[in-house]
């Protein structure tokens, strides 16, 4: 098994080990500094920023609003966590020379051609639905497919699998043979 | 900023820099895996999942930290994990790898995130209808294998492990 992979990266086996480490040793550091174990998770934080930028224009709404009062708009501990994950691939990208702007990726362009505009759209809509998603599952691939798969929850093994399952249909219709 | 803040950056700093070491936020790694192509995300995941399994059972058998399964709510995981898997396809990122996406520089992750910030919206708009149909169709509550089974979470992770290896095995010797 290579420790490097062609593009320059970790082998998968070994940045993946470490992610689990680094899951454990973080249910851990938030029992004992938080008082309450606290998971690898991400699309909650899309509903507090949701909240913190409507909270700008429409106070009284999101005041009242039963999901935003259930999930609490704040800038909470997932939230920074959310924060990190940009710091830490800019950080990563940067110091193995990997990171590249880039505007529309090769695989959309050959099935889409080249518009920004077009992959803009593609991705904003694609967000909108997956988010929907996301909340009515109670949970993204971090909350469910990394936390609840390492607590054997019964509800991450059935989402997982709806994940991957829609999503190899979907993707199969979207970018077909073609993209290849 | 608080210690709950400062904890969750750090933890985040090092969870996006193993994401982007193992080169899993890109969008052709992500579409990669949805179309079968490339192993990386699998082998990604499925490795933090082993790892993890174990130390999160320990640590919760030793009584020091306590487990927080989501509900098994039927209508709310099927339709929802449906949803989110449709849209996943589409835009190319899950909201975690977004973030990161957008960290190595490629910033139509941005349109993803916005996208994603706007359906979080739209889901606190309709949440009282979901609430009262999709959501109220059946629920087990936050149950995990070990109950479900009857089996000690050992033995399930025992043959997860085993299952897991095993497709490892198949992905290195057909080169995936």
Redesign the interface.
């Known amino acids: 098994?290579k420790r490097k992979?062609k593009?320059r990266?970790?082998s998968?086996?070994?940045?993946?080990?470490?992610?689990?480490?680094?899951?454990?040793v973080?249910?851990?550091?938030?029992?004992a500094?938080?008082g309450k174990?606290?998971?690898?998770g991400?699309?909650t934080?899309?509903?507090r920023?949701?909240?913190l930028?409507?909270r700008t224009v429409a106070g009284e709404h999101v005041a009242a609003?039963?999901?935003?009062k259930?999930e609490k708009v704040r800038?909470?501990?997932?939230?920074?966590?959310?924060?990190?994950?940009?710091?830490?691939?800019?950080?990563?990208?940067l110091s193995?020379r990997?990171?590249?702007?880039?505007?529309?990726?090769?695989?959309?362009k050959k099935r889409f051609g080249p518009s920004?505009g077009k992959?803009?759209?593609?991705?904003?809509?694609?967000?909108?639905?997956?988010?929907?998603?996301?909340?009515?599952?109670?949970?993204?691939?971090?909350?469910?497919?990394?936390?609840?798969?390492?607590?054997?929850?019964?509800?991450?093994?059935?989402?997982?699998?709806?994940?991957?399952?829609?999503?190899?249909?979907?993707?199969?219709i979207?970018?077909g043979r073609r993209?290849? | 900023m608080s210690t709950e803040q400062i904890l969750g950056l750090m933890t985040g700093v090092a969870f996006g820099f193993l994401l982007q070491k193992g080169r899993v936020l890109r969008f052709e790694k992500q579409l990669g895996a949805l179309m079968l192509r490339d192993m990386t995300i699998f082998k990604f995941m499925l490795s933090s999942i082993l790892v993890g399994m174990v130390g999160i059972n320990l640590l919760s058998d030793a009584g020091i930290i306590t487990l927080s399964h989501k509900a098994m709510n039927v209508g709310a995981v099927v339709v929802g994990g449906a949803l989110f898997g449709a849209g996943w396809a589409i835009m190319g990122f899950c909201p975690g790898t977004s973030v990161g996406a957008l960290g190595e520089g490629r910033w139509h992750a941005l349109f993803a995130a916005l996208g994603m910030v706007a359906g979080a919206a739209l889901y606190a708009e309709l949440y009282p209808f979901f609430k009262s149909t999709v959501l109220a169709w059946k629920n087990f509550g936050k149950i995990g294998l070990p109950e479900v089974t009857g089996l000690s979470p050992w033995v399930i992770i025992a043959l997860f492990w085993a299952a897991t290896i095993s497709l490892f095995a198949w992905f290195e010797k057909k080169g995936l």
């Open positions: 098994m992979t593009d990266g970790w998968p086996y070994l940045a993946g080990a470490l992610l689990g480490l680094l899951a454990v973080s249910v851990w550091a938030t029992t500094l938080l174990s606290t998971y690898l991400a699309s934080t899309f509903v920023a949701a909240g930028l409507e609003n039963e999901y935003f259930k800038v909470d501990w997932q939230f920074m966590l959310v924060c990190g994950i940009f710091l830490g691939a800019l950080v990563s990208s193995d990997s990171f590249k702007l880039e505007g529309v990726p090769p695989v959309w920004v992959r803009a759209a593609g991705a904003f809509l694609g967000g909108i639905v997956a988010m929907v998603g996301a909340r009515m599952a109670d949970g993204c691939p971090s909350g469910h497919g990394l936390s609840g798969m390492m607590q054997l929850s019964g509800s991450a093994f059935v989402a997982l699998a709806m994940f991957f399952c829609v999503g190899v249909i979907v993707a199969a979207v970018y993209a290849s």
